[in-house]
């Protein structure tokens, strides 16, 4: 099992740039990075809603489970 985070096209559909997302939610650029290429290995709660808040989004449209092909029927 694995779980995307589709940031990159909540922010084009927002047409935020990477930067100015940072700057709004707090956090930096680098961190916003690992996000965005989905090397993060959690997110803080308080992460997530700052970014639905400026995204206007749910928590859904960000995350997104993929499970494993050997786990399909």
């Not at 996000?35 to 308080?46: D, M, Q």
Request: charged letters at 30%; aromatic letters at 2%; one cysteine or more.
């Amino acid at each position: 099992m694995s779980i995307r985070i589709n940031l990159d096209v909540m922010m084009a559909r927002r047409h935020i740039a990477a930067g100015d997302l940072a700057d709004r939610i707090g956090i930096t650029p680098a961190n916003l990075s690992i996000l965005k290429n989905n090397k993060a290995k959690a997110v803080r709660f308080s992460t997530l809603e700052a970014l639905c808040r400026e995204l206007d989004c749910q928590p859904g449209d960000i995350l997104e489970y993929l499970p494993d092909e050997e786990e399909t029927p």
